[in-house]
């Protein structure tokens, strides 16, 4: 199974990185999407450092959390097809969500506390917590978060990850790293269509 996450990390990343240069070079829909499949084809064939691209990522990232695996296929979403699956709401709560967890768990782990919070993966508690914090989104309307904490919670007890932490399916270092750039991203882009809304009213 970790082979095959790590593949499917590794498809995930090219694919997102594929759409992310597509939208800089073209506006159409079948002009990203075949750019995208030429960065895959790229990725295989291309010699890099004794391998080709797909294999240096696969080997070099590994597996990527369940969370990053969902945002990531909502980003590819947007930008090959017009349209996502996660609401601006829901991402900028998970952001948000991430970047708390994130400042949380990795000093910890870097040894820069007397508490390591990761060892608390290995059993149900973090679980239980993820659970109870789905349950809190739900009743405040907040369905899709409650969702994927539950797919999160899932795939954890499911095992389908090489680790057996909770935490690892959570959050990895690179999305926690990221997180504050997407959302800073995401807040102006809230910020500026609502000056546009308010220039049309006028």
């Known amino acids: 199974m970790s ?13 997102a990185l594929g759409a992310w240069f597509s939208t800089l ?5 079948i002009g990203r999407r075949l750019f995208v499949t030429a960065v895959l084809i790229v990725s295989l064939i291309v ?3 004794d391998g080709n691209l797909w294999l240096w990522i696969n080997g070099a990232v590994g597996e990527l959390s369940i969370m990053s695996m969902i945002l990531l296929a909502g980003f590819i979403l947007r930008s090959l097809a017009g349209r996502g699956f996660l609401l601006p709401s829901t991402r900028r709560h998970l952001y948000f969500f991430i970047l708390l967890t994130g400042a949380l ?3 910890a782990t870097l040894g820069l506390t007397q508490f390591d919070p990761y060892v608390l993966g290995y059993g149900f508690e973090i679980s239980l917590l993820l659970l109870s914090f789905s349950i809190l989104y739900w ?5 899709q978060l409650a969702m994927i904490l539950w797919v999160v919670v899932a795939a954890g007890e499911a095992g389908i990850l090489f680790s057996q932490n909770t935490w690892d399916y959570l959050i990895d270092p690179l999305l926690w790293l990221v997180s504050p750039f997407l959302l800073l991203a995401l807040l102006l882009d809230k910020r500026k269509a609502n000056s546009s809304s308010r220039v049309e009213n006028l």
């Open 3 to 15: 082979s095959l996450m790590m593949n499917i990390s590794t498809g995930f990343i090219l694919l």
């Open 25 to 29: 070079i073209t506006r159409q829909y």
């Open 47 to 49: 010699p890099v450092v």
């Open 105 to 107: 768990l990795f000093p």
């Open 139 to 143: 009743i405040f309307k907040q369905r």
